[in-house]
């Protein structure tokens, strides 16, 4: 069955420090990508997303690129902020008659001043 | 354009007792996702409609989990009776167009369940 699996957190950087969060998949087909972003209290929102091979979503200085020869979609942000600070989770779906979203754990992410 | 709306935010329960939660989805989305979400994972889906339909229901625990969707709309999954183990974030997301198979699920906040 489809899998995603995200590095473990948490990361602790230091603002303006580099991120990257490393993505891999299982899936069939040709799936979409997802990175979506959890702040404290609140619910999940998509940051970015991708539906095809060589595709880069990108979004609040976020990046990922859907590379399906490594089957892989890291997030990667040049300069981070404190307000950066939450949940990070990489999602996929495959689509055709199967529309749910399958979640990595998450990977927690404290960006200190 | 209002998001998808849940209630409770939260709720805390004696083991045994009944409890539902409410999701009013986003105007004109005719998709509606639960999804539970445990401590340190991601959210995993429950269950799935198309308009008042479920039309994945495979990952419902069916001995205590009933969902409802009436009109098409609001829907509210319940739980009778719950266990200790049912403490969890539950999720409810919306997308606009089914049968595209890529399109976007926006989430609500979530209800913080905890069974005592």
């Known amino acids: 069955g489809d899998s995603v699996t995200q590095m473990e957190g948490p990361v602790t950087l230091s603002e303006e420090a580099f991120l990257t969060i490393n993505c891999t998949y299982t899936?069939?087909?040709?799936?979409?990508l997802f990175w979506y972003v959890q702040y404290p209290g609140e619910g999940l929102q998509l940051l970015l997303k991708a539906t095809k091979a060589d595709d880069k979503g990108s979004n609040k200085g976020f990046e990922a690129t859907y590379r399906k020869e490594t089957t892989s979609f890291h997030l990667e942000k040049g300069s981070v902020q404190v307000s950066d600070s939450a949940v990070y989770f990489c999602?996929?779906?495959?689509?055709?008659?199967?529309?749910?979203?399958?979640f990595g754990k998450g990977t927690l992410l404290t960006v200190n001043p | 354009e209002a998001g998808v709306v849940q209630s409770p935010r939260y709720k805390i329960i004696e083991k045994k007792q009944p409890v539902a939660f409410w999701c009013n989805p986003i105007?004109?989305?005719?998709?509606l996702y639960w999804y539970l979400q445990n401590l340190g994972q991601g959210p995993e889906l429950l269950i799935r409609y198309e308009n008042e339909e479920a039309v994945d229901d495979s990952q419902l625990p069916k001995d205590r989990f009933s969902a409802e969707r009436l009109k098409g709309v609001d829907s509210t999954l319940k739980i009778q009776p719950a266990e200790l183990g049912d403490s969890a974030v539950y999720l409810c997301a919306s997308s606009r167009n089914p049968g595209q198979g890529k399109d976007t699920q926006y989430f609500g906040p979530g209800t913080r369940l905890t069974v005592l």
């Open positions: 899936a069939t087909g040709y799936p979409s």
């Open positions: 999602a996929l779906s495959s689509g055709g008659s199967n529309y749910k979203l399958t």
């Open positions: 105007s004109g989305h005719n998709t």
